[in-house]
């Protein structure tokens, strides 16, 4: 089996300045992705894989190389490095790019790095899962949704006030699970990447992650929190301390 693991990162960022450059507790951000990867390999020594850095930010190439030098980097294209470009984009260029070089791959996995908050078993469940359920395209994590559109959740048209999906549900257990996309992982099948530039174009497959870890950095309040409540996570969770203690440099 041969892996891409893609990671993605803007030197620009509106909602937060130099996210991508941030440290957690003394730890970089995207350490916090090596280490699970590294974690990973020594899991599964079998597997082949390769590390794509997707970036316009000499601070992010410089960061990563100095942990670990073998991350291959693509230079994020100018058409590439704006707020309307998809995500989904960027990972099918690093793909595209490091497939010409290096050969085909069975999945590519982004993981995001303003979502640190992963753990081996997360990243094993998503890759295994993908891997056993071969008619779907995309697989993500996601987490329980705090709201439900079918239930407790409304929307406004016109001055008027409706609920989101129309239903007569009277209790929330009643209603369809629903969850939110957390962002911290997704594995795409490359044939899939090569002709989408959506998501949802595909067959969908999700794994759940734990509610309490689904912090995603946007601004300096979720920076803020994140910080405060990582002791206290990481000290009830052995999967966050092994990433967190493992030492790459």
Same mark, same amino acid.
């Given at each position: 089996?041969?892996?891409?693991?893609?990671?993605?990162?803007?030197?620009?960022?509106?909602?937060?300045?130099?996210?991508?450059?941030?440290?957690?507790?003394?730890? !970089?951000?995207?350490e916090?992705?090596?280490?699970?990867?590294h974690?990973?390999?020594?899991?599964?020594? $079998?597997?082949?894989?390769?590390?794509?850095?997707?970036?316009?930010?000499?601070?992010?190439i410089?960061?990563?190389h100095?942990?670990? !030098?073998?991350?291959?980097?693509?230079? &994020?294209?100018? %058409?590439?490095?704006?707020?309307?470009?998809?995500?989904?984009?960027?990972?099918?260029?690093?793909?595209?790019?490091?497939?010409?070089?290096?050969?085909?791959?069975?999945?590519?996995?982004?993981?995001?790095?303003?979502? !640190?908050?992963?753990?081996?078993?997360?990243?094993?469940?998503?890759? $295994?899962? $993908?891997? %056993?359920?071969?008619?779907k395209?995309?697989?993500?994590?996601?987490?329980?949704s705090? &709201?439900?559109p079918?239930?407790?959740?409304?929307? %406004?048209?016109?001055?008027?006030?409706?609920?989101?999906?129309?239903?007569?549900?009277?209790?929330r257990?009643?209603?369809?699970?629903?969850?939110?996309?957390?962002?911290?992982?997704?594995?795409?099948? !490359?044939?899939f990447l090569?002709?989408?530039?959506?998501?949802?174009?595909?067959?969908?497959?999700?794994?759940e992650?734990?509610?309490?870890?689904?912090?995603?950095?946007?601004? %300096?309040?979720?920076?803020?929190?994140?910080?405060?409540?990582f002791?206290?996570?990481?000290?009830?969770?052995?999967?966050?301390?092994?990433?967190?203690?493992?030492?790459?440099?």
């Amino acid at each position: 089996m041969k892996l891409l693991f893609t990671i993605c990162g803007r030197a620009g960022s509106k909602g937060l300045k130099s996210k991508n450059l941030k440290s957690l507790s003394q730890k !970089p951000l995207v350490e916090y992705i090596l280490c699970l990867i590294h974690l990973f390999s020594k899991a599964s020594p $079998h597997v082949e894989y390769f590390i794509g850095l997707n970036t316009d930010s000499d601070e992010l190439i410089d960061i990563v190389h100095s942990i670990n !030098p073998n991350v291959k980097t693509v230079l &994020r294209k100018p %058409e590439l490095a704006n707020d309307t470009v998809g995500k989904i984009e960027v990972i099918r260029d690093t793909y595209l790019t490091l497939s010409e070089k290096y050969g085909e791959f069975d999945l590519v996995i982004d993981l995001d790095i303003t979502s !640190p908050l992963r753990t081996l078993d997360d990243l094993e469940k998503l890759i $295994h899962s $993908h891997l %056993e359920d071969s008619s779907k395209d995309v697989y993500f994590s996601v987490v329980p949704s705090r &709201r439900n559109p079918f239930f407790n959740m409304v929307k %406004e048209e016109d001055s008027k006030i409706s609920i989101v999906n129309q239903s007569s549900f009277t209790s929330r257990q009643q209603a369809p699970n629903v969850y939110d996309i957390n962002g911290a992982m997704y594995s795409y099948k !490359p044939r899939f990447l090569k002709e989408n530039a959506y998501i949802f174009n595909g067959d969908i497959g999700v794994i759940e992650m734990k509610d309490s870890l689904i912090l995603d950095i946007d601004s %300096e309040e979720d920076f803020l929190w994140l910080e405060f409540l990582f002791p206290k996570l990481l000290s009830e969770s052995k999967g966050l301390q092994d990433i967190y203690n493992c030492k790459l440099q």
